[in-house]
């Protein structure tokens, strides 16, 4: 990459660059570059969009023990309530 094309892509990118400034970002480029195209020429064993594999994992779905008291309060908190439901006030 060639001090040129950094300065292209910085007008591109509205970025006001120094001259110093231009000569480390050549040099930052290149090394990325140049990571890119030893990544490019790995051969995988099988096409892979992560790097670990991936798998969820489930949770049984228990109830649990709720304190009436306490959902008394938290409904009292709230204005409007459709049996144990608690209503609130739609977004705008």
Not at 12 to 25: F, K, Q, S, T, V
Not at 71 to 86: A, D, M, N, W
Request: no cysteine; net charge negative; glycine share 4%.
């Amino acid at each position: 990459m060639d001090k040129e094309t950094v300065k292209k892509v910085a007008e591109i990118a509205r970025l006001h660059l120094e001259d110093g400034e231009i000569e480390e970002l050549t040099k930052d480029l290149e090394k990325i570059l140049d990571h890119f195209s030893r990544l490019r020429d790995l051969k995988a064993e099988k096409e892979m969009y992560y790097v670990h594999e991936i798998e969820n994992e489930y949770r049984a779905d228990e109830a649990k023990d709720v304190d009436e008291a306490k959902s008394e309060r938290i409904r009292g908190q709230f204005t409007k309530t459709e049996g144990k439901h608690l209503v609130a006030p739609k977004s705008k």
